[in-house]
C-alpha cells in the first residue's frame, strides 16, 4: 500500500507543482504532496527491514494528507464564497438567474464531500498502519534475531 500511495502522491506533486508555477495554491500543494510521497517512500523502506517506525512515520503522514487535502478544500470553499467567479456573472446572463448560485452550491457541495472522504479513507488509513506498529512490534520481540537478520537480507 505504501508504494502505491508513494507513487501515487509523487505524480500527484509533480503535476501540481508544474501547475503551480501559475499559482501559488498549486505550489503549496505540489510541495506537500512531494513531503507526503517522500514519507511514502521512507515509511516502506522501513517496514522492509522490519522496522516499526515506519509504520509510525506511516500513519503520522495520513494525518498530514488528510490535513492538506481539507486545508485545500477549505481555502478553496472561502474563495468560492468570498470571490465568485467573475464568469458565473456572464454564465448567470446566458443561462439566467440562479446559475452562478448553482455552480457556486456544486463547487461547495464537491469540496464538502471531499472532505468527508479524505477525513475517512485517510482516517482509516492512519489507523490501519497504527494498529500495525504494536503487531510488528510482537513479532519482532517473539522472532529469534538471526530469523530477523535472514529476513532482512533477503529484503535488501
Same mark, same amino acid.
Do not use: K
Given at each position: 500500500?505504501?508504494?502505491?500511495? $508513494?507513487?501515487? *502522491?509523487?505524480?500527484?506533486?509533480?503535476?501540481?507543482?508544474?501547475?503551480? &508555477?501559475?499559482?501559488?495554491? +498549486?505550489? @503549496? =500543494?505540489?510541495?506537500?504532496?512531494?513531503?507526503?510521497?517522500?514519507?511514502?517512500?521512507?515509511?516502506?523502506?522501513?517496514?522492509?527491514?522490519?522496522?516499526?517506525?515506519?509504520?509510525?512515520?506511516?500513519?503520522?503522514?495520513?494525518?498530514?494528507?488528510?490535513?492538506?487535502?481539507?486545508?485545500?478544500?477549505?481555502?478553496?470553499?472561502?474563495? $468560492?464564497?468570498? *470571490?465568485?467567479?467573475?464568469?458565473?456573472?456572464?454564465?448567470?446572463?446566458? &443561462?439566467?438567474?440562479?446559475? +452562478?448560485? @448553482? =455552480?457556486?452550491?456544486?463547487?461547495?457541495?464537491?469540496?464538502?464531500?471531499?472532505?468527508?472522504?479524505?477525513?475517512?479513507?485517510?482516517?482509516?488509513?492512519?489507523?490501519?498502519?497504527?494498529?500495525?506498529?504494536?503487531?510488528?512490534?510482537?513479532?519482532?520481540?517473539?522472532?529469534?534475531?538471526?530469523?530477523?537478520?535472514?529476513?532482512?537480507?533477503?529484503?535488501?
Amino acid at each position: 500500500m505504501a508504494a502505491f500511495n $508513494a507513487w501515487t *502522491f509523487a505524480c500527484f506533486a509533480g503535476v501540481s507543482i508544474l501547475f503551480g &508555477l501559475f499559482s501559488l495554491p +498549486g505550489l @503549496l =500543494v505540489g510541495v506537500g504532496l512531494a513531503v507526503v510521497a517522500r514519507n511514502e517512500f521512507v515509511g516502506r523502506r522501513r517496514i522492509l527491514s522490519y522496522d516499526a517506525t515506519g509504520f509510525e512515520l506511516l500513519w503520522r503522514n495520513q494525518l498530514g494528507l488528510m490535513a492538506l487535502i481539507v486545508v485545500y478544500c477549505a481555502w478553496s470553499m472561502y474563495r $468560492a464564497v468570498a *470571490f465568485p467567479d467573475p464568469e458565473l456573472a456572464e454564465l448567470t446572463e446566458i &443561462l439566467g438567474d440562479g446559475t +452562478g448560485e @448553482l =455552480v457556486r452550491s456544486l463547487t461547495l457541495g464537491t469540496y464538502a464531500t471531499v472532505i468527508v472522504a479524505t477525513v475517512i479513507v485517510q482516517g482509516l488509513n492512519a489507523r490501519y498502519y497504527h494498529v500495525r506498529i504494536r503487531r510488528l512490534r510482537a513479532y519482532l520481540d517473539e522472532t529469534p534475531a538471526w530469523v530477523l537478520d535472514v529476513l532482512r537480507s533477503v529484503t535488501e
